[in-house]
């Protein structure tokens, strides 16, 4: 069974730019959150798609967005962006299913975003 | 504020001892915690989840302890081994979602 697949491993932008990110769940799960791991903050919720619908979001500006596609698929997007947005951006998926409250997530391993 | 805390920023250990690494929580009403691992420039691994209608879970060399009275949760790795160096984040998971919510991490380092 494959694994979360991040889409591009590395990204050097500029500041104004915007940037777009990728992720592939595991194969059935419908749940994807996205975080951001930097030195200071440690692991950050962004937000959590589940069926194409955003269901949870973290406390994040607006340049920070994303969707999530009919097959799982996510994307995050990054718009103006700020040389505080250098990170590693982690995508990660779960089954989401109502069925147990238990479930753990499955982290791909994630994008690193240069801002200059 | 820190809703989970994790004190230790790093923690050494010789190989065959045993590694305990600790984790606070302030909200009472969590329920379910996780430890993930993680390498340089990986995301993180899954590791070992307990629910608050246990004390203990173990799997291998790992076991989890959650002490809901202290608000204390902790993971326990014996024998240590070289390979388990890296950093441990304890999580919980928000009730209601998928929003996991982390500790500032530990850094486990095992000497041969």
């Known amino acids: 069974k494959a694994g979360v697949t991040q889409t591009p491993r590395y990204l050097i932008k500029t500041r104004g730019q915007q940037v777009t990110l990728s992720c592939s769940p595991i194969s059935g799960h419908r749940s994807v959150s996205w975080y951001q791991q930097t030195p200071g903050q440690g692991l950050q919720f962004l937000f959590e798609?589940?069926?194409?619908?955003?269901?949870n979001k973290g406390n994040f500006p607006g340049r920070f967005s994303g969707r999530q596609f009919s097959n799982s698929r996510s994307e995050m997007n990054v718009s103006t962006l700020e040389l505080g947005d250098s990170a590693l951006y982690l995508c990660?998926?779960?089954?989401?299913?109502?069925?147990?409250?238990?479930?753990?997530?499955?982290f791909g391993q994630g994008t690193r975003l240069t801002v200059v | 504020d820190q809703q989970v805390k994790q004190n230790s920023p790093s923690l050494s250990v010789q190989e065959g001892r045993i590694s305990i690494l600790n984790c606070d929580y302030t909200n009472s009403m969590f329920d379910y915690f996780l430890w993930y691992k993680k390498y340089p420039a990986e995301g993180p691994t899954f590791l070992i989840s307990?629910?608050?209608?246990?004390d203990k879970n173990e799997d291998g060399r790992f076991t989890v302890f959650l002490n809901k009275s202290a608000k204390h949760l902790s993971l326990h790795i014996v024998p240590s081994q070289p390979g388990d160096s890296a950093v441990y984040f304890c999580a919980i998971m928000e009730g209601g979602s998928e929003k996991l919510v982390f500790g500032k991490g530990t850094k486990l380092t095992v000497n041969p």
């Open positions: 798609y589940f069926s194409e619908t955003q269901r």
């Open positions: 990660a998926s779960s089954s989401g299913a109502a069925v147990s409250r238990y479930t753990e997530a499955f």
């Open positions: 307990i629910s608050s209608i246990k």
